[in-house]
Structures are given as C-alpha cells and as structure tokens.
C-alpha cells in the first residue's frame, strides 16, 4: 500500500511530463489501495466496514465542498464580490499582498480554511487577470488560510477535532495560538514583498469586474451567500450536526431565494443555481475525494499509527515529535495524522492546553502550506487556479517553511517568557470553556 500511494504521489507531481490528469491518478490509486487493503484485511467485512467509515467521513467534507463552491459560484454569476473588489482600491503589488493576506487570514477565522480559500480565490479572479501574480496572490490565500483557521476551535478541522475532544479549549487556544498564527503569515509575506518576484507584477492590472454591473438582486446575493457561510459554525454549535449540513442549509436558502428574485425571467437562467452547480470545479472535487479515500485506506491498514509510533519510539521530545508532525502533513493529510495522535496519547498524558496539544493544532494546520497538496486548502487552490506541484515547490514553500518555523519559535518564546494576557473575553459565552 505504502508502494501504491508513492507511485500515485509521483504521479500528481510529475502531473504534466506524464500528460495524466490528478484526479484520474488520485482515483485509480484510492480504490487500488482498498483493493489491497480489502484482500490484506482480516476479513472482507472488516474492510467494507471501514471503507463504510471511511466514505461517511470523506462525504461529509465533500458536500461540504460542492455546496460551498456553489453559493461562491451563486455570488460570483451575480457580481457579488464586485462590492469587495471596488473596495480594494490599491494595484500595487506588495500592498494588495498584504490586503489579500490580511483578509483571508480573519476570514479563516470565522469560517474554516477550505470555505475561505474558495472564497478569496474566487474573488482573485475578479480582482487580478490571469497571470503569475494572481498564481502568487492565490499561494498567499492558501498560506493565510491555514494560519488563520489555527487560532480558533472553527478555523480548521483539526483544530476542531481537538476542541471537541477536550485537548484544547476555546479562550487558551485563541490567546495563545493567536500570535504564532500571525507570525506564520507576517514572515512569509514580508519575505515575498522583498523578493524580485514581484517587481513588476500587478501594475497594470485593473479590476477585471470593472466594466460589469451587479446583477439584479446581487447585493442580496452576496449578504446572503456570506451570511449562509458565516452561519455554518453557528449552525453546528446550535444542533450540533456536522458542517455539511450548515452548508447545505445555506444552499438551500440561497437556491429559493435566487428562484425568486428571477421568477419568470428565462433569460437569467444562468444566474440559478443549476447552471452555477454546472460550472463549479467538479475534477478538484474528484481529486479531493481520491486524495481522503487514499489516506484514510491508510489509516484503516495501521501504517499511519506506526509512523506515529514510531516518531514516539525515537524522538523523545513531544515538542519535536508535534514539529516532525507538521512537516509529514505537508504530504500526508493532517486530519489521520492528529487523529492518530489523538489515539496515542491521553488527557493523563498531557492535559488539556498542554503545549503538546497546542503545538499539534499549530504545525498540523500550518505545516500543510509547504506543499500544495498538504492541506485542503492547497488542494482547492491547486484545482481552481491550475497549478502545479512544482511551480508551488519552487516560488512558495520556502516561503512557507520559513512562516512555519518561525511561528514556533514564536510560541516557544512566548511560554518561556512571563507574560501576562487578559481574559476578559472569558464571560463572552462562545468563547468560555472548552
């Protein structure tokens, strides 16, 4: 299995010398390592159970993607983002740097990354032609995005994992989380601003929504598409029903509303939602399916536990083994890997807002910009814009890395120094407790 998934791995990366489309690579190697694990499996029932898990799990983030790729898509036929774009008045390339950074990263922060990079790559599109400065500008998103989503329980799903889980809480996270996010997307983004890269780029890009009107009913659109995924961690935490049901409920709102808003008008069909599901990036999606069903048929076979047993049989720092962590979920995702380290050590072990566990919920999310294929982010962000595993290798994951260690040493320096932070915030009632 481990020899399936390196030969399916070489292949996304060697993606336009073979002339093989990544999805079609990442779904012939999904179900050939269910094979494999199927016929090594103790029994063919145990195998179906856990492919049963397995795809319950992987369903759930794929509708959560197809439904918010559609009400981005909904926003985005009606011009929606025009109101942001007409707000970012700046074309200097370092400046619209920083800005698209910024906003993503607090964008990621309400919502998760995977929602936020959709969004904010979407919006790129209206605000910068297509070109190796919009690739960068897209690299920025996925990088803001996975900083962003460490410093609260909802901005990312392993931090959410281990919220739920008990090993973090809520208020300890984001006051101790916070700065080391920051810092992971304040480096990268001052070294690329000083960087030839950008001389050059950006100055004679104009808004490409510049000529376009919103369409009718467009601003009603945009606050309610944003609002409907603004509302999904709200939703969860009110019925406790997983993401995927929030999103649908947005869609499903959104879908009567755009109904109504053009009833009787045939010729802005193509502002409702069928037409919008026809257009949204379906092959990404394929290639994210494939990419969770090979990973979790990795779980299910144990080899990610022994990797995770063994980092604990040979490295004896658990700082480390949470650093080491982050930098194998640059290439294997990071949702079995915090799992499995959630099954390997206990609440007895390290309790909860352990630097341990901290530290996991840092490098797990973070360390998933250094490759494109790292995160879920990257992922979307690879299907959407069209770029390559090595043009990303070459001009971002240096970049990244940098981000990455720097927002450790960050952390580190900060609980060795005694400082004292408010907790004023603990009587608002989302962020008290855990």
Partial sequence: MALIFGIGYAGI????????????VRLLMAVSLWAVRSIGAPSTDIAVSELTNASAEV???????LGAMTIVEIIDSHQGFKLVTDSITTRKPRTLLWVIGLVTFFLSSVLDNLTSTIAMVSLLRKLVPPSEFRKLLGAVVVIAANAGGVWTPIGDVTTTMLWIHGQISTLQTMKDLFVPSAVALAVPLALMSLTSEFNGYGQDSSNVMASEKMAPGGLLVFFVGIGALIFVPVFKALTGLPPFMGILLGLGVLWILTDAIHYGESEKQKLKVPQALSRIETQGVLFFLGILLSVSSLEAAGILRELANYLDAHIPSSEVIACVIGVVSAIIDNVPLVAATMGMYDLTSFPQDSQFWQLIAYCASTGGSM????????????????????????????????????GIAAYLAIHNLPISQPTTVAQVPFLSGS
Wanted: aromatic share 22%; glycine share 10%; no cysteine.
């Fill in 13 to 24: 990366i060697f993606e336009k010398s073979l002339a093989f489309n990544k999805s079609g």
């Fill in 371 to 406: 490759l494109v294929i790292g995160s879920a982010a990257g992922v979307v962000f690879m299907g959407m814009e069209k770029v390559d595993f090595f043009w990303y290798l070459r001009k971002v994951s240096g970049f990244a890395f940098a981000g990455y260690v720097a």
């Fill in 59 to 65: 369903s759930e983030i794929v509708f959560f993607l």
